[in-house]
Nanobody
Framework: QVQLVESGGGLVQAGGSLSLSCAAA????????MGWYRQAPGKQRELVAT???????NYADSVKGRFTISRDNAKNTVYLQMNDLKPEDTAVYYC?????????WGRGTQVIVSS
């Protein structure tokens, strides 16, 4: 079991920015893929962005150009910089660490974007 702790959520007006962090309780290995997912009320959890140790990123179309994922393996941390936030970005944001055979979720952090 790997503990992941997210932080940085909150309430922001549309057009504003927030930065999320996710700290892993163990060293992030080069084979681990880190990611952010979100779940809005009444909707399924969806991919926001992922990043490999080599820095290869993947984004949902809805956040491309507005969100940036990054990782600092030395600090066992992955980040999500969210700019130009929209009300539809309102959700609980979850961090995920994907090993080769199993994945782990954080407990989530709430992001609310007011119009």
């Amino acid at each position: 079991q790997v503990q992941l702790v997210e932080s940085g959520g909150g309430l922001v007006q549309a057009g504003g920015s927030l930065s999320l962090s996710c700290a892993a309780a163990r060293r992030i290995f080069s084979s681990d893929v880190m990611g952010w997912y979100r779940q809005a009320p009444g909707k399924q959890r969806e991919l926001v962005a992922t990043i490999t140790s080599a820095g290869s990123t993947n984004y949902a179309d809805s956040v491309k150009g507005r969100f940036t994922i990054s990782r600092d393996n030395a600090k066992n941390t992955v980040y999500l910089q969210m700019n130009d936030l929209k009300p539809e970005d309102t959700a609980v944001y979850y961090c995920r660490l994907q090993e080769q055979l199993v994945g782990y979720w954080g407990r989530g952090t709430q992001v609310i974007v007011s119009s």
